[in-house]
């Protein structure tokens, strides 16, 4: 029997008005002055103002620096050093979806680490290169969908290596995650699409990764029971707090279990991402049918326990991705989204260089992620 170390440590504060406690959190780990982290769409919805604010009332200096782009590159990072250095922030109070979330975290990890970023990836084990000494951070997602406000990981495109790439350390942990279902009802029904799919895809990938994590599983399972549950609703009535705030417990949920692994659906997406400016949710909906079809041989017994959950009339599991993909509006293949025959050669060499698909349940090649490209088209 193999060794499997197990931790969910993060402190999460949830539900409707749990922003209200912001300040309290920052003081109550050593916080005077804030740096929010977020991006012109937070800005725009005016959420960016309101974590200002709560934090201005509470006594801590807040500044906000809102040049994250969706897919996060080197350069937002590093204004985010200025603006942390200008603003003489001790802590950073991350807002947004992902993108935002996962800056907070490389921004905090470059205040104080001189190395390239490109020495962090987590591919070569530049996890040993990060120490304690980050700034503590705060996270409040106002998506739901990574999960990155308990993760332990940053994404960034590095111009290194023109890839989305993972830096990870358990010192990007958030000393408190604040969810709060109320900063999500500002989402547009595709992005509350299509982040909930990604949240879909990290419990499915979790649960059918290769490893043995029952914690993990149950977890898996249970987030995507939440998705199945609510991610129509929260697509259809944007104001239903419940089903909001339930999609933020599936969020949070996915990123807890995916510790366990993802799989080869997250591989083919963060080259769509990278080369093709495609949301991150969004290129996991379009290519998780045709992975979970490829998987099907080596796990019926778990992929039957997810059509299920996500809809027991369906006759596949598959099938049941699909079907909820459509009644969400989201569209049935990549070609809708621009992609053709020809982009596949790149992307694929592209995809086989990420880690998720080593612990997808079937061992997957370059030419298998280039069949499942066009099987997702
Ligand atoms: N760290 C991790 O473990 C992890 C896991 C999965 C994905 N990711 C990364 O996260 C990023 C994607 O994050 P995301 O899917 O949350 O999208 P995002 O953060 O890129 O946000 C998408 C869009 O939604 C807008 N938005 C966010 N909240 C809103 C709100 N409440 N109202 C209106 N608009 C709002 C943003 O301004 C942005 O324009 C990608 O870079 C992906 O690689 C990280
Ligand atoms: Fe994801």
Known sequence: MSLSTWSFPTKIVFG??????????VKAIGGTRALIVCDAGVVKVGIAEK??????????????????????????????????????ADVIVSVGGGSPLDA??????KTTHERPLVDYDDATGGD????????????????AGTGSEVGRSGVVTLAANGRKTVIFSPYFLAKVAILDPELTVSMPARITAATGFDALTHCLEAYC??????????????????????????????????????????????????????G????LAHPLS??????????NALCLPAVVEFNEAVIHEKLERVRMILDPSAKTAADAVRGLRKKLGLPDGLRAEGITEADIPKLADKAIQDACHTSNPKKTSKDDLAKLYAASL
């Not at 040993?128 to 998506?143: E, F, L, R």
Request: glycine share 10%; hydrophobic share 45%; charged share 20%.
């Open 264 to 267: 080869a659906c997250h591989s």
């Open 209 to 262: 990764s290769v490893g043995d994590h029952p914690m993990a599983d149950g977890i898996a399972l249970l987030g995507l029971e939440l998705c199945a549950k609510n991610l129509s609703t929260a697509v259809s009535n944007p104001k239903d707090l419940e089903a909001r705030g339930a999609m933020m417990k599936a969020a949070m949920m996915g990123a807890v279990a995916f510790q366990k692994g993802l």
């Open 51 to 88: 974590v200002k604010a709560v934090l201005d009332a509470g006594g801590v200096a807040a500044a906000i620096f809102d040049k994250v782009d969706p897919n996060p590159v080197e350069k937002n990072v590093f204004d985010g050093v200025e603006a942390y250095k200008a603003h003489r």
């Open 128 to 143: 040993k290169y990060i120490g304690a000494n980050v700034p503590p951070m705060i996270t409040i997602p106002t998506t």
């Open 16 to 25: 409707a008005g749990a922003l209200s406690t912001l300040a309290d959190h």
């Open 274 to 283: 990278s080369e093709k400016g495609m949301h991150h949710g969004l290129a």
């Open 104 to 109: 907070g975290k490389l921004i905090a990890l």
